[in-house]
């Protein structure tokens, strides 16, 4: 309890992001879902009950008092509503504490980079601890200069959410401590990913954009950055009628002729959708299987463009879990073919097929085999006929759960990442332009860690570094490996490194036209659309589009 008419700190946010000089907003914050409490009256609780138990006196506006107080989110009186009554609620222990005997329940971290979401900042006062607590929320940018908190600050204010930045917190003389009863949250994926490595495109006038499921609604959603603009959402089930979709990640394309896109499957009847807008026109949506008979869809499903500019679109069929392609060549009409009945391609399990075009033209995917995980190939030359392969049979492939990526180097190195389902090793199988395939397990001769959840998300840099990024198992951390094109591989810890909260391995990754490699993430804590981003001048940094562009929660 902070000494009434004592100085609070109220920092504004004044930050900026580096992708393309737009100045970070922050915009309102989405309604969470209230669950009944996990915990129990000082018992263990995680980390996102925290966040959640502080979000419900924000969108109550419930006032600094210190009597009478409030209740939480099920209905448990709290006497008072200050500072540290506020963080005796969100910790959901049994009456509201004091600055002081917040200290009981708690111990101090050795430094603020010590901090995670649910912790608190307690002013020192010279070992009085008799001014402002705030629960802290997370790190805004990469470099851990601006904490976002929660906070009930004077007489007159409502609980809200602040920034402060570090040199106020140490000019204020805070200390880090932690509840003693703060479990981390497990990491567990959603049964539909609502990201996907093929979430996230540039668009032909320079937009980033990247497509996901609204967790609420399981509205299709699109986050966008114009250049030199600012970031903004759309949702595109109310803006073009796009159907609620289920299943696996939206699945997004830029045509040669600048028509952005993205293909998902209809929750209802498992239709193929496609939701697209030309480079001068509005947004449309049509339905692939009413109009062109494409198969019902499990939602797993993945796109290509080639140089020719047909589009294809490679997905699983529900029904019979053929792999199916429908394409659009860029003069003509749409057309279906399909791979397992025409090709041979095994029926295919696990994650969404992973697409690819080759420096030669060759267009591609990649899949696993439902009866066995064997890594398959189907690809087909610029003017020969489509093939299929058995890549664990003929090169010694991991056996594999289906979550793969592809990328094509500036070498015309095709490059196939998957997750060994043996042991979750994260493994390259690889082609070069001239030469035979071959295996690298990332996990023995790199150290990548186990990973868990999504596909992993691969990319190459312009300075032709190539990598992939994925979620630690053990832990949910983003972890990125890649390999400079004259050096060796390496691999770095990005919640560690950067503040990059834990995921639930669903990722996507894209290269902005200025270079800035941007990874987009899953919270698995709150469900937050995460951005991280490495300019190509500069370090990395990281960012809540929940808070940025007000990007819905996904599921």
Not at 149 to 160: I, L, M, Q, R
Request: aromatic share 8%.
């Amino acid at each position: 309890m902070p000494v009434k008419g004592s100085a609070i700190f109220k920092i504004a946010l004044a930050a900026t992001i580096a992708l393309s000089g737009a100045v970070a907003t922050v915009a309102a914050v989405p309604t969470a879902a209230y669950a009944a409490p996990a915990s129990s009256v000082n018992g263990k609780i995680t980390r996102s009950e925290i966040l959640q138990r502080a979000q419900y006196w924000v969108d109550q506006r419930v006032p600094y008092q210190q009597g009478p107080g409030a209740n939480d989110s099920g209905g448990r009186y709290y006497e008072r509503s200050d500072c540290s009554g506020y963080v005796s609620m969100a910790w959901h222990l049994g009456s509201a504490l004091t600055t002081q005997s917040l200290r009981d329940v708690s111990y101090e971290l050795g430094s603020f980079d010590d901090l995670k979401p649910g912790d608190i900042l307690n002013r020192y006062d010279g070992g009085r601890y008799n001014i402002h607590v705030v629960l802290f929320a997370g790190w805004t940018d990469g470099t851990r200069t601006t904490a976002k908190v929660y906070t009930e600050s004077d007489w007159g204010e409502v609980a809200k959410i602040a920034y402060m930045s570090r040199s106020a917190l140490n000019n204020g003389d805070y200390r880090p401590w932690r509840y003693d009863n703060v479990i981390d949250d497990a990491v567990s994926a959603p049964a539909k990913p609502s990201l996907g490595i093929r979430g996230s495109v540039i668009a032909a006038d320079g937009n980033q954009v990247t497509f996901t499921r609204d967790a609420g609604s399981g509205h299709l959603q699109v986050t966008y950055l114009p250049p030199g603009g600012g970031w903004q959402t759309s949702d595109l089930s109310v803006l073009a009628g796009t159907a609620v979709s289920a299943g696996g990640a939206p699945a997004a394309f830029v045509q040669a002729n600048g028509t952005l896109g993205v293909v998902t499957a209809d929750a209802a009847n498992g239709h193929l959708r496609i939701t697209y807008k030309p480079a001068n026109g509005s947004w449309a949506t049509s339905d692939l299987t009413n109009d062109v008979g494409a198969p019902v869809s499990d939602g797993e499903v993945t796109t290509q463009v080639d140089a020719s500019g047909t589009l294809s679109v490679f997905s699983r069929n529900s029904v019979n879990g053929h792999a199916n392609l429908t394409y659009l060549p860029s003069s003509g009409g749409w057309s279906n073919f399909d791979l397992t009945t025409n090709v041979g391609t095994a029926v295919s399990a696990g994650g969404a097929p992973a697409a690819f075009v080759q420096k030669n033209g060759t267009l591609g995917v990649v899949t696993a085999d439902a009866a066995n995980g064997h890594l398959r190939i189907t690809y087909k030359p610029a003017n020969g006929s489509w093939a299929t392969s058995d890549l664990t049979n003929d090169v010694g492939a991991p056996v594999s759960d289906g979550k793969l990526g592809t990328a094509v180097d500036e070498s015309g190195t095709l490059s196939v990442f998957s997750r060994n389902s043996v042991n979750g090793h994260a493994n390259l199988t690889y082609l070069p332009s001239s030469g035979g395939w071959s295996n690298f397990d990332l996990t023995t001769n790199v150290g990548t860690a186990v990973s868990a959840g999504g596909a992993p998300a691969a990319f190459v840099q312009k300075n032709g570094t190539l990598g992939v990024v994925t979620a630690d198992a053990a832990n949910g951390h983003l972890r990125i490996t890649y390999k400079p094109v004259n050096g060796s591989w390496a691999t770095s810890d990005l919640t560690n490194d950067v503040g990059t909260p834990v995921t639930d391995g669903n990722v996507s990754s894209v290269l902005g036209n200025d270079g800035t490699l941007s990874v987009y993430s899953r919270g698995s804590a709150n469900g937050h659309l995460h951005l991280t981003y490495l300019p190509t001048t500069g370090t990395w940094a990281t960012t809540d589009m929940a808070y940025q562009a007000g990007t819905p929660t996904l599921d």
